[in-house]
């Protein structure tokens, strides 16, 4: 690429988009992306190049195609080298911000359409998988060492799935090579079913149990069925990210409802109900809770059944974590306590099988249907769109759900979930300035930061800073949709040797880190 055309097109783009160089400088260090002022200045005058990955960053902030922008596409063409006065003139054909596609020139003289993603996404975050975790992979093809401990999936660090689940799928690998019955097949669900009796969920029959490629995939169903632009639905904060995602995604308005700290992180009943209009449609609970650990007991449930009946609201619930309660604890499933409404209850063999790839969950429809019966109807219809969900996933549901329960024996005294949050509790508390509350399910702890101390004004920049650094991986409290810059989420799956490491790391990160502004 040349230097000339690459400065010639970068300061058309900036001009066009209104951006000066400390503003790339800015949007860079917002990304993870290292670009000082004096980069800038040199792509600017044309004395040196970026490379590849801060290419397709200046693309992106500038909206245009890196292609088009380091002059790939024909720079050394006499037709290209007649498109560089149009550029000097800032007229280069870098798009304007709401335009899904635009033309750019190529080779032939002629013009190029590019693609933008839909506008439908400007506002979903998914950040489990997102900017801090981008810069870990470039730190990692780099050759660096990451400790990841930003996804709650149990397989990398050692879980096993039970031997009897991987025997009967391949047994019945070779009956499972067509499509099932949408809603899955007959035997997974009438395992599930009889699962819903043992958890005390009424009004359910086979009918009302439909399987889905991990409970990811019908979740996004029940929003994309249920939202209508400007619909409103109650989800927590902080929150299991995908939930607020996929209700923007539908069109709907996620209206977050705070989950207290104070309170061993419980739902607020007080804010729920100040934050329910006449478009609230339904609310969503996460129980046990990704990212707090929180188990909800049953006084909470019932007073969040009696707001739901108050205001004829849908309850979903995701229960995915119900098999992983600590310290003899019950879990409640709230569609128990409801069967006079309307209730969606979610799980699936990914944490408690560990199992998280084969992709294999299930929604359950409980109490009164009576009327839902469009709401169904549009289930059914996007639930048939998809054809069906994994077959061979859904070949050992009945074996999972039935028999010893292995992973029963990880959750007590002694097995390795139980052991590993005994130790990162008390490693993080012990941390000067991070407290947190003990977390009773699923292996996620929620730590609070003294932003004081540390002076922290933005949390995915400690992200940031703390994985530069340490070579750590976590996600920061607004991944979660948290709006205070004071949490982060650590996935406590690794043995204990590793967390010791991961924690004395944090710690020594820690004892000096004060947040540059
Ligand atoms: C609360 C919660 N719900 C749903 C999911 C997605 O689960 P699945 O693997 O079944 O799609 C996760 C995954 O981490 C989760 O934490």
């Not at 209700?247 to 700290?261: F, K, S």
């Not at 409640?332 to 409404?341: E, G, K, T, Y």
């Not at 650590?490 to 043995?495: A, C, I, Q, T």
């Amino acid at each position: 690429m040349s230097k000339e055309l690459f400065a010639q097109r970068l300061k058309a783009s900036m001009e066009k988009q209104h951006m000066k160089q400390i503003d790339l400088v800015r949007a860079a260090e917002t990304r993870g992306i290292k670009l000082g002022k004096s980069h800038v200045s040199q792509y600017v005058s044309g004395k040196t190049l970026p490379r590849a990955d801060v290419l397709h960053f200046l693309a992106d902030a500038l909206h245009t195609d890196p292609d088009w922008l380091s002059g790939m596409n024909g720079s050394e063409t006499a037709a290209e080298a007649q498109m560089e006065p149009k550029a000097q003139n800032g007229q280069a054909p870098a798009p304007d911000k709401p335009a899904d596609i635009q033309k750019n020139s190529n080779p032939g003289g002629k013009t190029m359409r590019t693609f933008k993603k839909s506008s439908k996404l400007d506002n979903v975050l998914y950040d489990v998988r997102g900017p801090v975790v981008e810069e870990a992979n470039r730190m990692e093809e780099e050759g660096t060492n990451v400790l990841k401990l930003n996804i709650g999936n149990p397989a990398p660090f050692g879980f096993r799935t039970p031997d009897e689940v991987i025997y009967d799928m391949r047994q019945q690998l070779t009956d499972c090579e067509g499509y099932s019955a949408a809603k899955g097949l007959f035997a997974a669900r009438k395992a599930i079913m009889q699962y819903a009796q043992l958890k005390n969920i009424p009004n359910v029959t086979i009918n009302d149990i439909y399987t889905g490629n991990g409970v990811s995939e019908l979740i996004n169903l029940c929003m994309s069925a249920l939202l209508d632009t400007g619909d409103e639905i109650l989800i927590p904060s902080p929150d299991y990210p995908l939930w607020t995602a996929c209700a923007t995604l539908a069109g709907g308005t996620a209206v977050h409802y705070i989950c207290d700290e104070q309170s061993e992180w419980y739902p607020d009943i007080d804010d729920i109900k100040k934050k329910i209009t006449d478009r609230t449609k339904a609310i969503v609970l996460i129980n046990p809770n990704n990212p707090t650990g929180a188990l909800y007991p049953r006084e909470v449930l019932q007073k969040i059944v009696d707001v739901a009946r108050e205001h004829q609201l849908i309850i979903f619930s995701d229960e995915i974590y119900d098999r992983l309660v600590m310290d003899g604890e019950e879990h409640v499933s709230i569609a128990s306590l409801a069967p006079d409404l309307f209730c969606v209850t979610f799980s699936g063999l990914s944490k408690s099988h560990m199992i998280a790839g084969f992709r294999i969950g299930w929604m359950i429809l409980s109490g009164n249907k009576r009327h839902v019966k469009d709401y169904i109807e549009g289930l059914n219809m996007l639930s048939n769109m998809r054809l069906c969900s994994n077959v061979p996933a859904q070949s050992i549901v009945q074996t999972a759900l039935g028999g010893h329960q292995s992973v029963k024996d990880y959750i007590v005294p002694g097995g390795r979930i139980y052991e590993q949050r005994e130790f990162i509790y008390k490693a993080l508390t012990d941390i000067p300035g991070v407290t947190a509350v003990k977390p009773k399910a699923a292996f996620y702890i929620f730590p609070k930061l003294d932003t004081k101390k540390f002076n922290i004004v933005n949390d995915e920049q400690f992200a940031l800073d703390l994985l530069r650094e340490k070579k750590i991986l976590i996600i920061h409290g607004g991944g979660f949709n948290w709006k205070q810059p004071d949490h982060f989420r650590v996935v406590y799956l690794p043995r204990i040797e590793i967390l010791e490491k991961a924690a004395t790391k944090i710690g020594d990160f820690l004892s000096t880190y004060q947040q540059q502004i």
